[in-house]
């Protein structure tokens, strides 16, 4: 796999505003002054709230959510105050460091996380320290971190890709990124991993909330139906133990989807699974990404409550039979069927995962049932591009299978259905 070929933005791609109140209308002045006298507190305290405005993964909006976890004592602060006072030696240290810093403004942790950075080679928290220590640093220190060596050449994918725009954004530097088709293809690489790679997987959603928020540029634009259902397959991917007990990197880059995009039916599904009181990290390098990412503002629906499958373009299927630690899971895409948990006989027999009808196609031709409009059936075990004869007379048609030897019929689609010669 190529790394990403990363070019100058030469045309944000900036969300418009639609609203009316200014729109070919002449404001009153005496409408303005009232206008600014009631904005005006709000203004003062933002700015005595945040002073510097950070570009790097923190918001006004962050900041003041973090700053109430702190005057509330809660569990994600105190796990995270804990973790600063008695790991010195993290690896993280210097973005703990300026995110207590962030929260607190206690200047000796900031100066301590200035110092951290110039002293490690670690391109992302150097980056971070930059953004959201500024005012701490100095003409000498801001030269010395904009000047910070680049990604080292062993990473690969979003993780060099995010390092890099993080130190743009934060140095000023012109921002530079790739084209939308080596974007898809990376993309695409993130799925057939299975969502494996925990650490390319957060580092991909960093970078995505980052860019967008600092520069208007949503990098989601040239795969939107990939990030659209990627909430969802994100959380059927996981096996059923790994669900309940993810990695801790796969956990934060749970939250930090949900924070790019927490509108998403899916998102809000991803919401409630994260939450969970099992799923809280509380101790070891997590708890800092969990306090950052962990909104329990935002909105949540019981993923129990989600249909336990999902098919996507790329030919993947997920599926599981519930939510417990014994369900059957399976994953079929062209890389082949894997479960847990299920019978040994499921390769061979139709099985039902929630609406859906999974049939096997073990001879020429299989009988499709008639199905209610909210379900949905589908024949595997054909071969890639398997072509399939179906329908009657002027009706018959023929249909061919994914790259996974998968094939959904259409709503309309019932009776015998058979394989041509391939």
């Not at 890099?164 to 993309?187: K, M, Y």
């Not at 970078?207 to 795969?223: C, F, G, M, N, P």
């Not at 956990?251 to 927490?262: K, M, R, S, T, W």
């Not at 054909?382 to 004869?389: N, S």
Request: aromatic share 8%.
């Amino acid at each position: 796999m190529p790394r990403l070929d990363l070019q100058p933005v030469k045309r944000p791609r900036v969300a418009k505003y639609h609203g009316k109140l200014w729109q070919n209308k002449r404001v009153p002045l005496k409408v303005l002054t009232i206008l600014l006298l009631l904005l005006t507190p709000a203004i003062l305290a933002t700015a005595e709230d945040v002073g510097h405005k950070p570009e790097l993964l923190l918001n006004v909006q962050r900041i003041r959510r973090l700053k109430r976890d702190r005057e509330r004592n809660t569990a994600r602060w105190m796990n995270f105050e804990n973790r600063i006072r008695i790991v010195p030696d993290s690896p993280e240290r210097g973005f703990e460091l300026a995110l207590y810093y962030a929260i607190t403004g206690d200047e000796a942790k900031g100066r301590e996380a200035i110092a951290w950075a110039l002293n490690h080679r670690s391109p992302r928290q150097a980056a971070l320290i930059l953004d959201w220590c500024e005012s701490l640093i100095s003409a000498d220190e801001k030269k010395r971190l904009s000047d910070f060596p680049g990604p080292s050449a062993d990473k690969s994918h979003f993780i060099a890709a995010r390092d890099c725009s993080f130190q743009q954004i934060a140095s000023g530097a012109e921002l530079t990124l790739p084209p939308d088709e080596s974007l898809r293809e990376h993309f695409a690489w993130v799925m057939n991993d299975g969502f494996k790679n925990s650490a390319e997987l957060y580092a991909l959603f960093e970078w995505i909330y980052t860019v967008r928020a600092s520069k208007h540029v949503d990098l989601r634009e040239s795969a939107a139906h990939f990030f659209s259902g990627l909430p969802v397959e994100l959380l059927l991917s996981a096996k059923p133990r790994e669900l309940n007990s993810p990695d801790w990197m796969k956990h934060a880059a749970a939250l930090a989807l949900v924070a790019i995009d927490p509108n998403l039916p899916g998102s809000q599904f991803l919401q409630s699974w994260a939450l969970e009181d099992g799923q809280t990290l509380r101790e070891g390098p997590g708890v800092a990404y969990e306090l950052l990412w962990a909104d329990p503002y935002l909105p949540g629906v019981g993923y129990q409550n989600m249909e336990p499958w999902v098919y996507d373009d790329q030919g993947r299927l997920y599926a599981r039979s519930g939510w417990d630690l014994d369900s059957c899971w399976i994953e079929i895409s062209a890389q082949g069927p894997k479960q847990a948990n299920c019978p040994p006989q499921w390769q061979q027999e139709t099985t039902t995962f929630g609406h859906l009808t999974l049939i096997p196609m073990t001879g020429r031709c299989a009988e499709i049932p008639r199905v209610a409009n909210n379900e949905s059936v589908m024949i595997w075990k054909l071969k890639p591009g398997q072509k399939m004869i179906h329908g009657k007379g002027k009706d018959q048609r023929i249909s061919e299978a994914d790259s996974a030897g998968i094939w959904r019929p259409g709503a309309n689609v019932e009776g015998k259905v058979c394989a041509l010669a391939h």
